[in-house]
């Protein structure tokens, strides 16, 4: 492989001034005809993709390390995942499933009840976004435990739909104006260790919270369900501590409460298991996939313990879901998953990209901490005078970082997100770092 800037493996490519001509043309058109509610986190305009490598429309080479907020988890464009969707396009594009049936989203029913945590017989129920399964799980909970509230946490991101914006508590513009919103919904803590100073006061400020909820003001009897992400996502890739989640299945047993695991971001191979509660041994009622299960293609699904969904037909469906081209493509991605290794692959170059960090973040005491599981991993920063979260420079960084050709992204209040395809190896974890470090460098000049 060719060498670019003295690097062994061969980087990204920046030809022209960023933005270049025709992304400024393509930004402006954009402006005039499409909603502003994206938030467009810098003007990349997108012509092409390959693996790794995003190539815009004037033909700078990126280096994706955000797989499309955690989407294309086998890189994009793999080409078994094309080949199967293509293949799917040329027999089957609509059946209507909701109506009729149709071989491919059933055998990926299938294999999504044998790799989803836990080994309880389970059913699924297909949707188009991760926020559509958010919604079927809240309405699902409901519906089988006749109650109608539901505890969440700080910083906790579950998608925008009215349900599902509910839940979400990382920023307070997703909610600004669109009130009001479903009822009975309260949250927590989530328990952050940095925060609190040690695992067990996080720990302890979580379920202090949750004690004081439902001995002042809410009825543990009305909670229908508990919704948690295994590894919080927009609220700062942050890693709960051990022993966590296996109480919050304790507290949910004791109080007759559903768990429900926001997987969309965590699943698929992103933490190094197939899904983020198989790191801590905990079986959920109620699993929401998306993002990654088709690897780009517009797909999600909800996926609850059989003694769970006991509606009937008709109770909730949907025009689109269990779409045959999309379903090829989940298929192909498990395929790709098991055939390529991809889960060791994830934990061996996560673990070494977080050395990578840790060893960064030596020479920069911006960085606060590096903490993460797989290739889900954060990169926090802070004024080191204060210790307080210094959002600007994160997003400095990662402006900066994009015009050394470095796609990442930030999550929550001064974290920067490193989510690259599971097939990235250890040598270009290693590139990425050192563009990472670069541009702090040019950032804190």
């Given at each position: 492989m060719s060498k670019q800037d003295g690097r062994s493996v061969e980087?990204?490519?920046?030809?022209?001034?960023?933005?270049?001509?025709?992304?400024?043309?393509?930004?402006?058109?954009?402006?005039?005809?499409?909603?502003?509610?994206?938030?467009?986190?810098?003007?990349?305009?997108?012509?092409?993709?390959?693996?790794?490598?995003?190539?815009?429309?004037?033909?700078?080479?990126?280096?994706?390390?955000?797989?499309?907020?955690?989407?294309?988890?086998?890189?994009?464009?793999?080409?078994?995942?094309?080949a199967a969707a293509k293949d799917q396009l040329d027999v089957l594009v609509h059946p209507a499933f909701c109506d009729y049936y149709s071989p491919e989203?059933?055998?990926?029913?299938?294999?999504?009840?044998?790799?989803?945590?836990?080994?309880?017989?389970?059913?699924?129920?297909?949707?188009?976004?991760?926020?559509?399964?958010?919604?079927?799980g809240m309405k699902l909970a409901r519906h089988h435990t006749g109650r109608h509230r539901f505890i969440a946490f700080e910083g906790g991101f579950h998608g925008r739909t009215m349900g599902a914006l509910s839940l979400t508590a990382s920023k307070t513009k997703y909610k600004r104006g669109f009130g009001p919103l479903v009822p009975g919904v309260d949250h927590i803590p989530y328990p952050k260790p940095r925060k609190y100073g040690s695992d067990e006061a996080a720990m302890e400020a979580t379920f202090d919270a949750f004690e004081d909820l439902i001995r002042t003001r809410v009825p543990v009897d009305e909670i229908a369900g508990?919704?948690?992400?295994?590894?919080?996502?927009?609220?700062?890739?942050?890693?709960?501590?051990?022993?966590?989640?296996?109480?919050?299945?304790?507290?949910?047993?004791?109080?007759?409460?559903?768990?429900?695991?926001?997987?969309v971001q965590a699943g698929f191979g992103r933490t190094g298991e197939w899904f983020g509660m198989d790191n801590w041994g905990v079986e959920p009622d109620i699993t929401l996939m998306g993002k990654g299960i088709a690897n780009g293609l517009p797909m999600s699904a909800m996926v609850a313990k059989e003694s769970v969904m006991t509606w009937g037909a008709g109770t909730h469906a949907s025009t689109y879901h269990g779409n045959p081209v999309a379903a090829?493509?989940?298929?192909?991605?498990?395929?790709?998953?098991?055939?390529?290794?991809?889960?060791?692959?994830?934990?061996?170059?996560?673990?070494?990209?977080?050395?990578?960090?840790?060893a960064l973040a030596e020479e920069f005491p911006q960085i606060a901490e590096v903490r993460g599981l797989g290739l889900m991993i954060g990169a926090e920063f802070v004024d080191p005078e204060t210790g307080e979260p210094d959002g600007d420079l994160s997003e400095a960084v990662m402006h900066t970082a994009w015009e050394h050709g470095l796609m990442i992204l930030p999550c929550g209040q001064s974290t920067v997100r490193f989510a690259p395809p599971l097939t990235i190896t250890k040598e270009q974890a290693t590139v990425g770092v050192e563009l990472?470090?670069?541009?702090l460098a040019e950032a804190l000049e």
């Open positions: 980087g990204p490519n920046i030809v022209t001034d960023l933005p270049g001509t025709k992304a400024k043309q393509l930004v402006e058109a954009d402006g005039e005809v499409v909603s502003p509610s994206s938030p467009r986190a810098y003007p990349l305009a997108v012509e092409s993709a390959q693996g790794l490598n995003v190539t815009d429309v004037d033909g700078n080479r990126f280096w994706d390390f955000a797989s499309g907020i955690a989407v294309t988890n086998v890189g994009h464009r793999h080409p078994k995942v094309v989203p059933t055998r990926l029913a299938e294999r999504l009840e044998a790799i989803a945590p836990g080994d309880s017989p389970k059913k699924v129920f297909f949707g188009n976004s991760g926020a559509e399964a958010v919604e079927a508990i919704v948690v992400e295994p590894v919080q996502g927009e609220g700062g890739y942050v890693v709960p501590p051990e022993g966590f989640h296996q109480r919050l299945r304790e507290f949910a047993d004791d109080h007759g409460i559903l768990l429900i695991a926001d997987e090829a493509a989940a298929n192909a991605v498990i395929d790709v998953i098991e055939e390529e290794n991809l889960l060791d692959n994830a934990t061996e170059v996560g673990a070494h990209l977080m050395d990578e960090l840790d990472f470090g670069e541009a």
